[in-house]
T-cell receptor, first 116, second 113 residues
């Protein structure tokens, strides 16, 4: 079956712009999580959605937001981009919310954002 | 902060077993040990997980010490394609847990020809 699909794979923006990234989870997966990966900070949790509800949020400023649709697809948005937002943004999906037993996350290939 | 400690890097000869250690001395009774790996510029890939018993799947084996304070991931016959950063993660799997994973710096495994 198809894996986690993230679009776009690469994009370049300038400071002050905003960006929207999309994630289509594996069919049947209702949980979507987002992570940011930078050389300096490594992999950091952004937020998590299950059945259109945000269940957890990482320590990121309010410029980072997300949502999940009824078909489980998710988007994240970063407004007023800063140079430090340049990163690989990864989406992961799973079948269950985290509190329902052992749970495996399947990651997409990521969206690489460059802010100039 | 990550609750695990791993060596920064390791080398392994192709065809030999790769043994990647992980310390998780503060692990709680309801926390599982998960291993993921990330090949350069790709998303992390799940490898294996366990609670207290040793586990094996088609990719690897996971050996957890009796006191659960450390574990070892074993790739029985490493290939060049196994060169990646390997992350050891502990997480609660029930009772209010979420899908938030806290990644440490991982171990860069370099498989040498």
């Amino acid at each position: 079956k198809a894996g986690v699909t993230q679009t776009p794979r690469y994009l370049i923006k300038t400071r002050g712009q905003q960006v929207t990234l999309s994630c289509s989870p594996i069919s049947g997966h209702r949980s979507v999580s987002w992570y940011q990966q930078t050389p300096g900070q490594g992999l950091q949790f952004l937020f998590e959605y299950f059945s259109e509800t945000q269940r957890n949020k990482g320590n990121f400023p309010g410029r980072f937001s997300g949502r999940q649709f009824s078909n489980s697809r998710s988007e994240m948005n970063v407004s007023t981009l800063e140079l430090g937002d340049s990163a690989l943004y990864l989406c992961a999906s799973s079948t269950r919310a985290g509190d329902s037993g052992a749970n495996v996350l399947t990651f997409g290939a990521g969206s690489r954002l460059t802010v100039l | 902060d990550a609750k695990t400690t791993q060596p920064t890097s390791m080398d392994c000869a192709e065809g030999r077993a790769a043994n990647l250690p992980c310390n998780h001395s503060t692990i709680s009774g309801n926390e599982y040990v998960y291993w993921y790996r990330q090949i350069h510029s790709q998303g992390p890939q799940y490898i294996i997980h366990g609670l207290k018993n040793n586990e094996t799947n088609e990719m690897a084996s996971l050996i957890i010490t009796e006191d659960r304070k450390s574990s070892t991931l074993i790739l029985p016959h490493a290939t060049l394609r196994d060169t990646a950063v390997y992350y050891c993660i502990v997480r609660v799997d029930y009772g209010g847990a979420t899908n938030k994973l806290i990644f440490g710096t991982g171990t860069l495994l370099a498989v040498q020809p």
